[in-house]
């Protein structure tokens, strides 16, 4: 499904015409289209929303300024004068509170952080000298801007100092500036658009999620089979080793920011193992990995089933291989996979894995934290599934426990990254940001609930969304979200069950549901037409609420507080405070 | 050693291709010495002007090792044809270059 471009509107004291251009050009996506605010004046179009460049609402905003430009103390400091710290938090706190004020109505900002010209660096000594210091000023007046920001939501401060850096001595333009106030050279622009997007595919929930590596030359030197363990190379007083343990520690790090790792290699399985788990040196272990293809079949193949197995698309995955022939094959059979090309020089495989500008993430859940663990359990899970004769008995020995709780501000992060990450038992495929999730929770008639999902074998987390609209004597479901990772284990049948329940309670005669089709999505219709809703018309779903609908047997359904039962939530008293929340005493406690 | 005026419109063409990376679809510059540097039709505007100068003189540096400047206003000659074409501005690169 095409989405519409997106369009940003670029606030700035300087010209940000070639950022614009960048952006709107650069044929990723999303497909963006920039206006610009009015030149120079940064307070009034920040402030003033009656302005031509705020209609209609962009979907992002950029402010973008330099330092000397917005806060007077800065360029007091530049003229040879001190000035206090406090009065640089005061201007730096004026200047967020107008930020800020652009969140109430735009769904994402960015703030590239301040820098000043290399030209400025002659202070020598007195540089970072309290008062007098230039760049001292200016990294107070960063600390301040990120103190102030961190608690807007939906606002994000970029680091402006990379992208200078990654420029490197020409990062600052003097002749551009003198010409046509753009204080940046043009190629620090094109690393800002290229970041901006990064981050925008990121907070659409549009981030790869799985890496799939090869194993000799990638994840140690020499090929294993030949060598034998011992004799790889992987550490050790050797650049080379040295570099291979460095790539190792730099993908377990993107496995703790909740990234799956997993393995396709032409390799004897017992051989690769064996290294894994007796090399001194070895950095990643086979916990670190959510599932693997050791053997001697097709790569893409491999690929595919591995993606299959972790139920994500192809448009998930990245694929490392220091071979060409095998990086040709898979980009040609599966050409969703982003296969970067790979150095050949072993000490260059850290910077080139950090130069994809592909897993960008707007905020770190638990679950992201334990996401490969979740996986090791379902490894385990499915090979119970093994001993069982029917799905009946294996759901039985599983133990389900779903835990309902109504959406409030500890669960919204979570249950907004759910909601736009989810595609396939995913009902109208809404994509919100927090604010608006939040927003829309709390309209009178809506009401929303997340589930926790848990068995004998681990903990799933918040793994969905049950969301309805009710209207006189209809209820209708709006959201019905479930994660991948849970799905085909009677957890859609316990929401749909907690649908009724509450319509039930709450005196509505009937419960609907219409399915809204996306590439992705055609799991969920299949799981409406099999779930003994009556079809009413093409993807049109009903049920009367006169009758229950049943709570599979296998699953202990609970309410997220001590002791009570899940039905606490279902009651009309619940969802008076989930509408009071709106006020401040529900589940949302910060309104 | 003095480049030679192909080496001047590689430098200017390679620069006009970075420039277009900004440029709007119905805005980019065709790459051809016929091509009208400035106004109407199919001229650039200021902002698309100017970075293709500074674009020109930078690549211009990374290339021979020496820098030219085309942004000194002081120079009469600009004035006059020089930028009405990218043609024009090879020739006028090429004849500002010390031999």
């Known amino acids: ?591 | 050693m003095k480049p030679s005026r192909e080496n001047i419109t590689d430098v200017v063409f390679s620069s006009i291709d970075e420039l277009n990376e900004m440029l709007g679809s119905n805005q980019r510059l065709e790459k051809s010495l016929h091509s009208r540097l400035l106004g109407q039709p199919n001229g650039l505007d200021s902002l698309g002007f100017i970075n293709l100068v500074i674009l020109i003189e930078e690549k211009y540096f990374e290339r021979f090792g020496y820098r030219i400047v085309l942004t000194q206003t002081s120079d009469k000659r600009l004035e006059g044809a020089a930028f009405e074409s990218v043609g024009n501005l090879v020739k006028f690169i090429d004849s500002s270059c010390p031999s």
């Open chain 1, 1 to 591: 499904m095409k989405r519409s471009a997106l369009r940003g509107l670029l606030i700035s004291d300087f010209n940000l015409g070639n950022l614009s251009g960048y952006l709107s050009n650069d044929p990723s996506q999303p497909e963006i289209q920039c206006e610009l605010g009015p030149y120079g004046l940064v307070a009034e179009a920040l402030l003033d929303s009656d302005l031509p460049c705020w209609k209609p609402v962009p979907d992002f905003l950029i402010v973008w300024t330099r330092p000397e430009a917005v806060l007077s103390s800065v360029r007091h400091v530049l003229d040879g004068f001190t000035a206090k710290e406090g009065l640089i938090t005061q201007e730096v706190n004026r200047y967020s509170e107008a930020i800020a004020a652009c969140s109430q109505s735009v769904k994402t900002i960015f703030v590239p952080t301040w820098n000043i010209p290399t030209i400025h660096f002659g202070q020598g000594l007195l540089d970072l000298a309290q008062g007098a210091g230039v760049s001292r000023c200016v990294m107070h007046a960063n600390m301040q801007l990120l103190r102030d920001l961190d608690t807007v939501p939906n606002t994000f401060v970029l680091n402006a100092s990379k992208w200078i850096e990654l420029v490197g001595e020409g990062a600052f333009s003097e002749r551009l500036w003198y010409l046509a106030k753009i204080p940046f050279a043009h190629a620090v622009f094109k690393a800002a658009g290229q970041d901006i997007k990064a981050a925008l595919r990121g907070i659409r929930g549009e981030a790869r999620k799985l890496v799939v590596l090869d194993l000799d030359d990638v994840l140690w030197g020499g090929i294993v089979g030949e060598i034998g363990w011992q004799n790889i190379i992987l550490g050790g007083h050797d650049s080379i080793g040295e570099a291979f343990v460095d790539f190792q520690r730099a993908l377990k790090s993107l496995r703790q920011r909740g990234v799956l790792l997993a393995i396709a290699s032409k390799n004897e399985e017992a051989v690769a193992w064996e290294a894994f788990k007796k090399h001194p040196e070895m950095i990643l272990r086979e916990g670190d990995f959510a599932a693997w293809r050791i053997n001697w079949k097709d790569k893409a193949q491999n690929i595919a089933d591995i993606a299959a197995e972790l139920s994500l698309g192809l448009d998930a995955v990245v694929f490392i291989d220091d071979n060409q022939i095998e990086r040709d094959r898979v980009r040609q059979a599966l050409p969703e996979i982003l296969v970067p090309d790979w150095p050949l020089d072993r000490r260059l495989y850290v910077r080139s894995l950090y130069s994809l500008d592909c897993f960008q993430q707007a905020f770190m859940t638990d679950e992201d934290r334990l996401r490969a663990e979740m996986y090791s359990h379902e490894r385990a899970r499915k090979n119970s599934r093994a001993y069982a004769s029917s799905l009946d008995e294996w759901l039985q020995t599983l133990q389900l426990r779903v835990k309902v709780e109504p959406l409030g501000d500890s669960n919204l992060p979570r249950a907004t990254q759910l909601l736009n990450k989810t595609n396939q038992m995913n009902l109208s495929t809404r994509r919100l940001t927090e604010k608006e999730f939040r927003s829309w929770a709390t309209e009178a008639g809506h009401h929303t609930w997340v589930f926790y999902v848990s068995d004998r074998f681990g903990d799933s987390g918040l793994t969905g969304i049950l969301s309805i609209e009710a209207d006189g004597n209809r209820a209708r479901i709006v959201d019905f979200v479930l994660s991948c990772r849970v799905i085909g284990r009677k957890v859609e049948e316990t929401i749909l069950h907690c649908a009724v329940e509450w319509a039930r309670r709450s005196r509505i005669r009937s419960v609907v549901a219409s399915y809204s089709e996306t590439p992705r999505n055609a799991p969920c219709r299949a799981f409406f037409q099999k779930s003994g809703l009556i079809t009413r018309k093409k993807d049109q779903f009903a049920w009367d609420a006169d009758h229950a609908y049943q709570l599979p047997s296998a699953i202990t359904l609970v309410s997220s507080m001590d002791g009570a039962p899940f039905e606490v939530f279902l009651e009309p008293r619940a969802v008076e405070v989930t509408r009071i929340g709106h006020e401040g005493l529900g589940p949302f406690d910060s309104n």
